[in-house]
Antibody, heavy 116, light 109 residues
């Protein structure tokens, strides 16, 4: 069965960086784009960008350009999302989601808390 | 970039029908997908494409589209349908970008 398993919760100080992982199983990792979506406490879903696991190509939402980097390691079927220069309003649950035209499978989410 | 607008909240009596709408110019070109999210859980896909349900989604969920508006209808709402619902589609600047709707809280009375 398809699974996306994300890394555990993180607490970071303002200005630091965080790297969240998303390990895929149950399907061919290079067959589907992976997207990252975040949700601040009590807020809606916010699309951040995607990575093409085959080529490593990426596309980011304009809001995150220059602060986000999405990478992958095909040898372990894992995608990564790194967000730098963290601010308090980056506190959110970060999700990875598989792109099958729509987002058909989601990771369980990773809570990132930014606090001094 | 595009925006997808949803009503913040709707309520429905148990067993009745509720329609949730999603408006945006990009919906004239692209279908919306719909996601259900319960507190503390990841979103779950409920409708995609013209009107398709993933395996395991009850047939009381259906989708439709007209012009710049996509709709999700729950026919015979159940208590377990109480959740937040989000639409999603491709951005009008090109199908490489995605955008989510603002979300609708559905309360089943």
């Amino acid at each position: 069965q398809v699974q996306l398993v994300q890394s555990g919760a993180e607490v970071k100080k303002p200005g630091a960086s965080v790297k969240v992982s998303c390990k895929a199983s149950g399907y061919t990792f290079t067959g589907y784009y992976l997207h990252w979506v975040r949700q601040a406490p009590g807020q809606g879903l916010e699309w951040m960008g995607w990575i093409n696991p085959t080529s490593g190509g990426t596309r980011y939402a304009q809001k995150f350009q220059g602060r986000v980097t999405m990478t992958r390691d095909t040898s372990i079927s894992t995608a990564y999302m790194e967000l730098s220069r963290l601010k308090s309003d980056d506190t959110a649950v970060y999700y990875c989601a598989r792109d099958y035209q729509e987002f058909d499978y989601w990771g369980q989410g990773t809570l990132v808390t930014v606090s001094s | 970039s595009s925006e997808l607008t949803q009503d913040p909240a709707v309520s429905v009596a148990l067993g009745q029908t509720v329609r949730i709408t999603c408006q945006g110019d990009n919906l004239r070109s692209y279908y919306a997908s719909w996601y259900q999210q319960k507190p503390g859980q990841a979103p779950v896909l409920v409708i995609y494409g013209e009107n398709n349900r993933p395996s395991g989604i009850p047939d009381r969920f259906s989708g439709s589209s007209s012009g710049n508006t996509a709709s999700l209808t729950i026919t015979g709402a159940q208590a377990e349908d109480e959740a937040d619902y989000y639409c999603d589609s491709r951005d009008s600047s090109g199908n490489l970008l995605r955008v989510f709707g603002t979300g609708t809280k559905v309360t089943v009375l």
